[in-house]
């Protein structure tokens, strides 16, 4: 069967909580999702907003506290906002992707240092109490000389499991990212398995139909064919417009391409725009450069039929808060009212204290 590009634009939505909102709890959504990209503390909640009925954001400030989520370096060794559940499952099997994102790097500039020596060390400090990667290189060049130490650190980043302490994260909050052992912090073990099969059929639940090398550019595992053919017989199979086979669970949403799609503002870094190697989906390859810096600076965007087609700013002064939308292409105006509305929503939600404005540049 073939499926359209809007075809798989429609799909991703419906998976995605963009299409209609869902009424579902936080921790629901936060594994529905498979975690939310957190490298700006305040994205996983921009993300949630986007796609829930009700969202109060203390709600999931609160998991943050009562540690039943946490902010760790999962796929392709980006902060994400994950269930413990997850971290504890996700975490073993993305250790491959961990690995590869420093093996040219900090890697190779440490390669004299015997990996369960310095692992034994940075858990003893990292017992004593959480420590900022700053601390703890400094503190891990004392016993390993001659070795930079935002490197000895980063090794440490990736043979063990180190989450992100709150207050880091919560809503309202601020504090340096600061490190503890997911085992200490979470107060269980990992898990033992290493496979990645149920992340793929995770992942596509929530972002599929998708190529092998879309599971790839998600997760930063390579050598996925393997298990794919492994799970074929428990997938079903599509073909794109360019005869590229693409892999779905047996029951991932797959709504009429022609279904409407009400506008719709994502934020930085949100993982429907960056969850697939052909991103033609979501957006076109010439507005890539428009809102995806070349250091990896994704910024806020909204979508109209379903694309991306342009970026959003917040700003703040005297007393107000503005969202400045930039559009690519010319906008109509019942788009441009219906964009106005959800730009008011959602100064609302980030800045209710402040006189909104929304703008049209």
């Not at 996983?44 to 540690?67: E, S």
């Not at 440490?156 to 200490?184: I, S």
């Not at 949100?270 to 991103?279: A, G, I, P």
Request: charged share 25%.
């Amino acid at each position: 069967m073939l499926l359209t590009e809007r075809a798989l634009n429609r799909a991703l939505l419906a998976r995605q909580g963009l299409l209609e909102p869902w009424d579902i709890p936080v921790p629901e959504a936060v594994e529905r999702l498979v975690g939310l990209q957190a490298q700006a503390p305040t994205a996983p909640y921009v993300a949630l907003w986007t796609r829930l009925a009700h969202f109060d954001p203390m709600t999931l400030g609160q998991l943050l506290l009562d540690r039943s989520c946490a902010r760790i370096a999962l796929m392709r060794s980006t902060i994400f906002l994950v269930t413990a559940r997850d971290c504890l499952e996700l975490r073993p099997v993305m250790q491959a992707a961990s690995e590869r994102s420093i093996a040219s790097g900090p890697g190779k500039r440490t390669q004299g240092v015997e990996e369960t020596v310095l692992l034994s060390r940075a858990r003893e400090l990292l017992n004593a109490r959480p420590r900022t990667f700053s601390e703890l290189g400094t503190l891990l060049a004392g016993d390993f000389p001659g070795y930079p130490p935002s490197d000895l650190a980063m090794r440490v980043r990736v043979g063990l499991p180190l989450v992100q302490v709150t207050p880091r994260g919560v809503w309202g909050q601020t504090m340096a990212a600061t490190h503890a052992t997911a085992e200490q912090w979470l107060g269980e073990s990992l898990s033992e398995r290493r496979e990645p099969d149920d992340a793929i059929r995770r992942y596509l639940a929530a972002f599929g139909p998708a190529t092998v090398a879309d599971i790839a550019a998600w997760s930063g595992l390579a050598a996925l064919r393997t298990p794919i053919e492994r799970m074929r017989p428990t997938l079903r199979t599509f073909r794109n417009e360019r005869g590229q086979e693409l892999f779905d669970v047996p029951d991932g949403l797959l709504p009429d391409a022609d279904t409407p799609v009400p506008v719709r503002i994502v934020g930085d870094f949100d993982n429907v725009l960056l969850s697939h190697r052909d991103r033609s989906r979501i957006f076109g390859e010439t507005d890539r450069s428009r809102f995806m810096s070349v250091n990896g600076l994704i910024t806020s965007t909204f979508l109209v039929d379903g694309f991306v087609a342009g970026t959003c700013t917040v700003s703040k002064a005297q007393g107000g808060a503005t969202l400045s939308m930039t559009a690519f292409r010319p906008l109509p105006r019942n788009v441009r009212s219906a964009l106005r509305a959800e730009g008011l929503r959602l100064l609302a939600f980030l800045t209710p204290a402040a006189r909104p404005d929304v703008r049209f540049d």
